[in-house]
T-cell receptor
Framework: NAGVTQTPKFQVLKTGQSMTLQCAQDMNHNSMYWYRQDPGMGLRLIYYSASEGTTDKGEVPNGYNVSRLNKREFSLRLESAAPSQTSVYFC???????????????FGPGTRLTVT | GNSVTQMEGPVTLSEEAFLTINCTYTATGYPSLFWYVQYPGEGLQLLLKATKADDKGSNKGFEATYRKETTSFHLEKGSVQVSDSAVYFCALSVGRRALTFGSGTRLQVQP
């Protein structure tokens, strides 16, 4: 049971390049999330997927797109990277049902992205 | 909207000192409250949680009590160790919404 996995761990991009951050979970959770972490600002929600087939914007969605490929996988795409997107990106998952929700989110190890 | 406010860091303590990290929140609805810990180079791990007023969450010697009247969830530990050095995040969740995080407090424990 690997929990939440993310690839890559590190990435350096030039301004204007594109890339996709991958996330997968093996806990059969139905909700998945992408956050970015910047110094002094905690974690801010970029996008989330409450269940397979649905995605919604979070607090800071501009410049990003997401795909919920299946129940396990939730990817984050930067179409044209900008220096302001230099950050650490965390994927998380959570089990949400009509009753007996699991409240806590489980986090991956993060992807450290630098855009020059 | 929902928000979480934590005390600014870094907090620097000597080993075996008493720790308090303050956390207050505003929320629409009835939140669940969490403390997460992030060790250097790692993701966030759940430290403890409380889902209703007056609940006390505890784990690894850390404790926090859900105080609805003061909208607070302060983290405490009676005797910190060097291995407790990390960044601590207070967070809340209302119903099925994603977690809202505070800005984090860095704890440095010196031998």
């Amino acid at each position: 049971n690997a929990g939440v996995t993310q690839t890559p761990k590190f990435q350096v991009l030039k301004t204007g390049q594109s890339m996709t951050l991958q996330c997968a979970q093996d806990m059969n959770h139905n909700s998945m999330y992408w956050y970015r972490q910047d110094p002094g600002m905690g974690l801010r929600l970029i996008y989330y997927s409450a269940s397979e087939g649905t995605t919604d914007k979070g607090e800071v969605p501009n410049g990003y797109n997401v795909s919920r490929l299946n129940k396990r996988e939730f990817s984050l795409r930067l179409e044209s990277a900008a220096p302001s997107q230099t950050s650490v990106y965390f994927c998380a998952s959570r089990h949400m049902t009509g009753t007996g929700d699991t409240y806590e989110q489980y986090f991956g190890p993060g992807t450290r992205l630098t855009v020059t | 909207g929902n928000s979480v406010t934590q005390m600014e860091g870094p907090v620097t303590l000597s080993e075996e000192a008493f720790l308090t990290i303050n956390c207050t929140y505003t929320a629409t609805g009835y939140p669940s409250l969490f403390w997460y810990v992030q060790y250097p180079g790692e993701g966030l791990q759940l430290l403890l949680k409380a889902t209703k007023a007056d609940d006390k969450g505890s784990n690894k010697g850390f404790e926090a009590t859900y105080r609805k009247e003061t909208t607070s969830f302060h983290l405490e530990k009676g005797s910190v160790q060097v291995s407790d050095s990390a960044v601590y995040f207070c967070a809340l969740s209302v119903g099925r919404r994603a977690l809202t995080f505070g800005s984090g407090t860095r704890l440095q424990v010196q031998p």
